[in-house]
T-cell receptor, first 113, second 115 residues
């Protein structure tokens, strides 16, 4: 089945540690996105990538880093510089030039203790 | 990027039509209106999208005003499973030199369907 997979679903880390969240898609989409969601809030864009080896900062990129070495993969690293990393993280992908929707993964809930 | 404004919450009786409004008064000519919904702790689910014509699919109908400054999502016969947060988003189709090809979410409307 085609889709977008985030892993793990739940992740716990100690404060000061970097952590990488996985996002893989087999939909052959060029564009991929990372969002952060805090309790009771909407989604805020962290980073997005329109094509392999290219990505742009979203509205809240500070403390995060990404890479896009392969079309199907867009991992997000939450660094120790991120002041409040505990949140729900969502990855999405979409076609680049088509009149189509974005598909979302089921999210990773990161808790930093 | 155009921004959207939605009421924070709405109630709807089960079996009745749910009409969810969205204002996007600064929308540009090439920006589509997308609707998604999110059930607690899950990824957002696509519902429908449109540019200027009204659209209908198996889930919902989308009514866009002639000036495109607002739209309404209609769930024709709401069920308890439609209880969710509904997001109205504008999205530029295709790439632009400014790199604004992205989806911008607001805070959405929390729809509660009542038995």
């Amino acid at each position: 089945d085609g889709g977008i997979t985030q892993s793990p679903k739940y992740l716990f880390r100690k404060e000061g540690q970097n952590v990488t969240l996985s996002c893989e898609q087999n939909l052959n989409h060029d564009a991929m996105y990372w969002y952060r969601q805090d309790p009771g809030q909407g989604l805020r864009l962290i980073y997005y990538s329109q094509i392999v080896n290219d990505f742009q900062k979203g509205d809240i990129a500070e403390g995060y880093s990404v890479s896009r070495e392969k079309k199907e993969s867009f991992p997000l690293t939450v660094t120790s510089a991120q002041k409040n990393p505990t949140a729900f993280y969502l990855c999405a992908s979409s076609d680049r030039n088509q009149n189509t929707e974005a598909f979302f993964g089921q999210g990773t809930r990161l808790t930093v203790v | 990027d155009a921004k959207t404004t939605q009421p924070p919450s709405m109630d709807c009786a089960e079996g009745r039509a749910a009409n969810l409004p969205c204002n996007h008064s600064t929308i540009s000519g090439n920006e589509y209106v997308y609707w998604y919904r999110q059930i607690h702790s899950q990824g957002p689910q696509y519902i429908i999208h449109g540019l200027k014509n009204n659209e209908t699919n198996e889930m919902a109908s989308l009514i866009i005003t002639e000036d495109r400054k607002s739209s309404t999502l209609i769930l024709p016969h709401a069920t308890l499973r439609d209880t969710a947060v509904y997001y109205c988003i504008v999205r530029v189709v295709g790439f632009t030199t400014s790199g604004t090809y992205k989806y911008i979410f607001g805070t959405g409307t929390r729809l509660k369907v009542l038995a």
